[in-house]
């Protein structure tokens, strides 16, 4: 018979183990492993992040509410009779049950179902049904104090009219969080317009949350995985862009920018994928309106995607502007909620363009389609491997820094630097497991 092979550090379960101090590479069972899933909604999205809730024109009117998640928590975001928004956890303090089971709607007030505790939008306490009893018999204990039995409450901050919410005291101010770059970005999309929301999307994709946030912080699979970009001028490999990053690296603005030249150049292109079988020169679309709807943001940019720590993505791709918020549901798991913008105001021709740009994105857009599958076969590898690291080098190691090129994974690494140190494993190249 055959000695057991020993566990490695990777399989061990707490233990994760980060040999270098780059971050290039990548412990395989942070995605995978129940204990780090447990531990990230402890010390993660309980921690120092600011979770995005809810954009603020979801909320116009006093009592309007919507219930979001944070990875497996539900939360009730609402807009109390101050116009403030609050946020807290759907749990009743009496016996637990869910409060609200509606995605939205509009309250007075917010009465668990079961025994009908009340609560004001504010996440106070202020009615329990007999509560001192009927004549002289029964009722809650002398020293109940409503006062002590409210709702548990997130701490909101809000930007750019996005609101969020955070567990932790120290969490930085809003601004200095989301970094420089991330505030322009808010700017440009969604506030220098009244934005409004077109829609709802949701899509349930087979792969940790973790690989989506690699995933749209990785310009270097774009002209590769999406060849339908590649192939109608959407996207190239030769395209101007890059990335900008936060000071802490955890926030990537990735941008480009497609020139006449990046489109019409075939011949480079063929000879750029010579040798794959996968780049067709002549393929034409019997109706190329999709590829050739005008940018409406005057500024020359394709393609911008801001990427905020731990779940939240502004993406514009052409003229599809969305919000899109990612909802861990376990190790192998994970929702995304994308909220698809318009503005107030514009033309019908310019709902007309966003509606048509807007079939790159999602489960079954020309684009996105390939990110979900891309998950689902990243996830269905590592689940089969015992331990070991990804690889993340393309575009140097070293000094995670902000790029004016496009083929890089650093902006994966100010990821993984960020997401190593909230959730406290141990220093890049000791012992794994000591940081539990
Ligand atoms: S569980 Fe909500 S009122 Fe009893
Ligand atoms: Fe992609």
Redesign the pocket.
Known sequence: MNAPVPMSPDESEHGTSWPKGDYSRVPYNVFTDPAVYDREADRLFRGPVWNYLAMECELPKPGDFVTRWIADTSVVVVRAKDGEIHAFENT?A????RLVDAPRGNAERLT?P????TYNLKGELTGVPLEKGLKGKGGMAECFDKKNHGLNRLRIATYGGLAFGTYSDVTAPIEEYLGPHACSQIQRLLVQRKPKVLGYLRQRIPGNWKLYNENVRDPYHASLLHLFQVSFGIQAPTMKGGIKLDPEGKNTWNHSILSADDAGNKADLAAAYDGTGKFVPDLKMADPRLAQVPLDLDDGYKTTILSIFPTLIVAQVDNTYAVRHLRPKGPGLVELHITYIGFEGESDQSLHDKLLTSNFIGPAGYISMEDGEALRLSQEGIKTRRGGHSVLEMGGVGEIKDTDYLSQEISIRGFWKHYHRIMGFAAPGEHAGSGQ
């Open positions: 009743c009496h016996r637990g049950a668990c079961y025994h009908l505790w």
